[in-house]
């Protein structure tokens, strides 16, 4: 009987903790829906703390902390916050290897700490970008950003001359092969996946720009400004579009 109440009580305490779990998840999910970081990781963190291997959680709290990078005025705090991002990512990739949204979480995290490692830890950064987002893609074919990210992996590297190309190779061993053409085919392939997300349309204007292809520069770009903000990222996405056809 002793045993049999105490089963019962180990019961009712797993139901009540999954339940407060589950409305952590739920109030930081709403925060994150406003891009409401610090919101969001009131929720997330204490909601970890019941249930620290969940991988969709774990990704859910690297992208808060992605959020903050463009909210901390120190490169030293958003460095902390690149890494802190980055490793709950990786905590995600080794939990959920087959998901791809750990993969991509690894990428993006990458990505916003690229600028900050130096040239050097940018390009060792790079390999384990496309890398990562290569695998997200595989996973999940269908996940329109996984395709974006690819994009302007492309993007930025094929930006990278000649010169400065070979400078690399010599100091730090080796540097991805990247081109235009390929970003364009991945933007596209985002856009042909969710052609509501206006940051596509943007990349790909400014991929032809860099090709000198100022017609479809344009018209790419002028479509992605245009289009109604709906992620945390657009308004800085549309300055660059802006900015670059100024350039034109």
Not at 33 to 42: I, S, T, V, W
Not at 230 to 236: F, I, V
Request: glycine share 6%; aromatic share 6%; net charge positive.
């Amino acid at each position: 009987m002793k045993t049999t109440l105490t089963l019962l009580a180990a019961t009712l305490l797993a139901g009540h903790a999954f339940g407060d779990f589950a409305e952590l998840v739920k109030q930081g999910d709403a925060a994150d829906a406003k891009f409401k970081a610090d919101a969001a990781l009131e929720s997330y963190l204490p909601a970890e703390k019941l249930n620290p291997n969940d991988a969709s959680l774990l990704v859910k709290i690297a992208r808060q902390y992605v959020y903050r990078m463009a909210d901390l005025s120190s490169k030293a705090e958003q460095l902390k916050a690149g890494r802190t991002a980055l490793d709950y990512s990786e905590r995600a990739v080794k939990l959920a290897p087959k998901d791809s949204d750990p993969h991509l979480a690894v990428a993006i995290c990458l990505g916003k700490l690229s600028p900050l490692l130096g040239n050097k830890g940018s390009i060792e950064a790079s390999h384990k970008i496309k890398s990562e987002a290569g695998t997200a893609v595989k996973l999940n074919p269908k996940d329109d950003f996984a395709w974006h990210l690819l994009g302007r992996w492309n993007q930025e590297l094929a930006q990278i001359g000649g010169l400065t190309r070979a400078v690399a190779m010599v100091v730090y061993g080796s540097l991805p092969s990247a081109s235009y053409n390929e970003a364009v085919q991945n933007f596209q392939k985002a856009i042909a996946l969710n052609p509501n997300r206006l940051i596509h349309h943007v990349e790909l204007g400014r991929t032809y720009a860099l090709m000198g292809r100022k017609e479809e520069a344009k018209k790419f770009i002028e479509k992605g400004l245009a289009m109604s903000n709906r992620d945390r990222d657009d308004p800085e996405t549309k300055e660059r579009g802006r900015k670059t056809l100024q350039e034109l």
